[in-house]
């Protein structure tokens, strides 16, 4: 069955960078368009970045020229690189495949001076 595992969450200092990290199994990765979720206490979940199966991209405005997501294939994982993060940004943070109701555990960020 899908399984997704987050990792790479932390507490960070405003300006400093993250990546964040997802393992996939279960299901044909390199077919399926992939994305990450936040989640910010008292807060609806909102999608922050996708990726499709092919590459093209795409992000929420808050995060834009901020966030990378990318995926290997080959190694059955997505990404998010984060950079010049905010306070803002605190969440938990799921990676989850496009259309197919699954959630990992999430990882944690918590931005705080």
């Known amino acids: 069955q899908v399984q997704l595992v987050e990792s790479g969450g932390g507490l960070v200092q405003p300006g400093e960078s993250l990546t964040l990290s997802c393992a996939a199994s279960?299901?044909?990765?390199?077919?399926?368009?992939m994305a990450w979720y936040r989640q910010a206490p008292g807060k609806e979940r909102e999608r922050v970045a996708r990726?499709?199966?092919?590459?093209?991209?795409s992000y929420l405005d808050s995060v834009k020229g901020r966030f990378t997501i990318s995926r290997d294939n080959a190694k059955n994982r997505v990404y998010l690189q984060m950079n010049s993060l905010k306070p803002e940004d605190t969440a938990v943070y799921y990676c989850?495949?496009?259309?197919?109701?699954?959630w990992g555990q999430g990882t944690q960020v918590t931005v705080s001076s």
């Open positions: 990726i499709t199966s092919v590459g093209y991209t």
């Open positions: 279960g299901f044909t990765f390199r077919n399926y368009e």
């Open positions: 989850k495949r496009v259309l197919y109701d699954y």
